[in-house]
């Protein structure tokens, strides 16, 4: 009898194991859910690998687990599914500006790894499940612009790593639960444009990292903590008619005015004493757990059968991720190992939103929750060039193509527009491209920060998303291209340069390489590296900005050397370099010197021909044939000969930059 119960219990055992779906089968259920007509979603497959890079937006971990679905602005139709939760591995789930309609499933609170969850801007119904709240590793929660209704759950003050908590633009009713005033590491929180009532809780003012909260276009009433004064322009509470406080613009005071009221009152959490007893079968009687206890020698032998099961289980599990992982193994070096080429990067590009999507999402990197300890930031800087992922991506219309600008091996750049309406260029660089030592990249990002001239592409800002994996940089929009298209340009197409602006740019470029080598104030000397007629931009009024300045501090070491490559392709690399292998400011006056001679002669491509024109004074053969006579020839052979010092064979001979500037200033004031 033992034995015959002990097989239908180990076979009953064994045949959940075994039925219990792969992380492939989870993801065909999930596909059929949100893309239940299957155009979309082409290309997850029953015969494919989902980790072998061919599931579109699906990213894995090292142990071949996914930990990233990326499906943003796809045009999702369908809903989420509970089959969701069976991803336990995931990290990062991005679902957002998509119409997808339908409740959010309570199984979703089953990912306790995820770290960020990307909802918002669909068309989602229904309640906030409470079981959001159990989510212990969530750090951004964006479920704004849908339908939902009901009230905030008070279980979101559980979640001890919640820094974005964005709700803005649903239905949601009901008070604001003081609970997430708990919520210690909470940066930004949005409620704005919902129909919640009742005041605004005093613990909630006092939470230590809160600098943005939106609560506009409710019904809240009563007196504003005074508290919440600190936030300053990162408090928005507009059209809550029945709000007042003292110290606040356009708001009367309170009648009675008392900081120390009341906090709203919070549901009460049922407890074990509460559930009838029928309410719950799994619940034993006091009778049963006696009659229990009097029959010792069956918990024994249902003992020795669970540790019998659970070893048969645990072998069975093991054998089964042993041989997948030989299978990632050989996959992987199948494949490639790590960073895209142009030629994956453009493939990646044509498949996802973002090209970007890349094949690491580590858990631990987060280069900004160290950055207000360690990185030299104080928070006001920190805090005025710290954009979130929502903005960049709201910007570009998430990453749409229409908006992609360039893409090299390492980053993409993406145009954008601003809430404010101002236009910007978004670098876009994948966390395996940057330093891998936190502290060093946030050294860099800090050195970014600092480099301010009329010269320079200004950085506006960065955000770095734990869960993508990556690293972006705003900067101002330049918005007639850089330099390059304005060489070798064919009769009939493109824009000629006129010899006076030609001077202009030249000026413009040195004045920006020289304001990088001069150490002030708290900024430092910084050699670019990694000039050339790329880097330079020309705005409307044809001044040259200089871009990429103190990149290479945020880049990895086989980053920086693999752009180093292209740079020595076209001349730029002085030669010492491959000698020494490493850069001086003489490198970038080097560098500078080609630039010189390529706005001369109006061609990309300068020769020995060029350099030896340039010293006889061949106007011919060393200025641009296009401008028709129409240049300065003393001007010519100035320029000329200030390209040939920087240019000199020997760093020792060439001048500093500061030179070069008194040159150019000596005879602009000559001439």
Avoid at 133 to 156: A, E
Avoid at 330 to 349: C, I, N, P
Avoid at 382 to 392: C, K, T
Wanted: glycine share 8%; charged share 20%; hydrophobic share 35%.
């Amino acid at each position: 009898m033992h034995s015959l119960l002990y097989l239908l219990l180990l076979s009953f055992t064994l045949s959940q194991t075994l039925s219990s779906p792969t992380e492939l089968e989870l993801l065909m259920e999930i596909k059929a859910s949100l893309d239940p007509q299957n155009r979309l979603l082409t290309s997850w497959e029953t015969n494919k690998d989902p980790c072998s890079g061919s599931f579109e937006g699906v990213a894995c971990n090292e142990l071949g687990h996914v930990a990233n679905i990326s499906l943003q602005g796809k045009g999702l139709l369908g809903q989420i599914p509970a089959a969701l939760g069976g991803l336990k591995s995931l990290t990062g789930l991005y679902l957002h500006f998509n119409a997808l309609n339908g409740v959010i499933p309570k199984e979703i609170a089953e990912l306790s790894e995820l770290s960020d969850l990307y909802l918002n801007v669909n068309n989602l119904s229904g309640e906030i499940p409470p079981h959001v709240g159990n989510m212990s590793n969530l750090q951004v929660l964006q479920l704004c612009y849908n339908k939902l209704t009901g009230s905030i759950p008070t279980q979101l003050g559980s979640l001890e790593k919640l820094s974005v908590l964005a709700l803005q633009y649903n239905q949601l009713t009901g008070a604001i639960p003081a609970s997430l005033g708990d919520l210690e590491l909470l940066s930004r929180l949005d409620l704005s444009f919902n129909g919640l009532f009742g005041p605004i809780p005093v613990k909630l003012a006092k939470a230590p990292l809160l600098h943005s909260l939106d609560i506009r276009n409710n019904s809240l009433s009563g007196n504003i903590p005074p508290a919440l004064k600190r936030l300053t322009t990162g408090f928005q509470y507009g059209n809550n008619p029945d709000l007042c406080g003292v110290g606040f613009s356009n708001l009367e005071t309170c009648a009675t005015s008392d900081p120390n009221r009341p906090e709203p009152s919070e549901p009460r959490v049922a407890t074990e004493k509460d559930i009838p007893e029928s309410a719950n079968p799994s619940y034993c009687s006091k009778s049963d757990c006696s009659n229990l206890s009097k029959t010792p020698r069956y918990g024994i032998i249902f003992g020795v059968i669970g540790v019998f099961i659970a070893m048969s289980v645990t072998g069975l599990l093991m054998f089964s991720w042993h041989r997948r992982r030989k299978q990632k193994i050989g996959s992987a070096l199948d494949t490639f190992d790590g960073r895209l080429s142009t030629d994956q990067a453009k493939e990646v590009s044509r498949r996802s939103a973002s090209p970007l999507i890349s094949l690491e999402y580590p858990n631990g990197w987060d280069p900004l929750a160290i950055g207000r300890s360690k990185s030299g930031f104080s928070q006001e800087v920190l805090e005025s060039f710290m954009f979130n992922l929502e903005e960049v991506e709201r910007a570009t219309q998430c990453f749409s193509e229409m908006n992609l600008l360039g893409k090299s091996n390492f980053s993409a750049i993406y145009k954008g527009i601003l809430r404010d309406g101002s236009v910007v260029a978004i670098k876009c660089i994948t966390k395996t491209s940057c330093k891998s030592d936190e502290a060093d990249f946030l050294k860099g990002l800090k050195i970014l920060t600092s480099l301010k001239h009329e010269n320079l592409v200004r950085l506006r800002g960065f955000c770095c998303s734990k869960g993508r994996g990556e690293c972006f940089l705003i900067y101002d929009f330049v918005p007639n291209g850089n330099l390059v298209q304005y060489l070798d340009v064919k009769d009939g197409s493109g824009k000629v340069l006129e010899w006076s602006t030609r001077i202009s740019i030249i000026n413009g470029i040195a004045k920006g390489i020289a304001h990088l080598h001069v150490s002030k104030g708290n900024k430092h000397a910084l050699v670019h590296q990694n000039i050339s007629a790329e880097k330079v931009f020309i705005d409307r009024w044809y001044n040259p900005m200089l871009s990429d300045s103190g990149l290479h501090k945020l880049l990895a070491d086989d980053v920086v050397f693999s752009m180093l490559k292209a740079s020595a392709a076209m001349g730029y690399l002085a030669p010492e370099y491959t000698t020494t292998g490493r850069f001086t400011e003489k490198s970038d006056v080097y560098a500078f010197g080609i630039i010189v001679l390529q706005i001369l002669s109006g061609k990309r491509n300068i020769t020995q021909l060029t350099h030896h024109a340039a010293e006889a004074c061949k106007f011919e053969d060393f200025i641009d044939a296009k401008l028709e006579g129409n240049f300065s020839e003393s001007e010519a052979a100035k320029l000329g000969r200030i390209a040939l010092c920087c240019t000199n064979e020997s760093p020792n001979h060439r001048p500093t930059m500061e030179t070069v500037m008194q040159e150019l200033g000596e005879y602009m004031v000559a001439d």
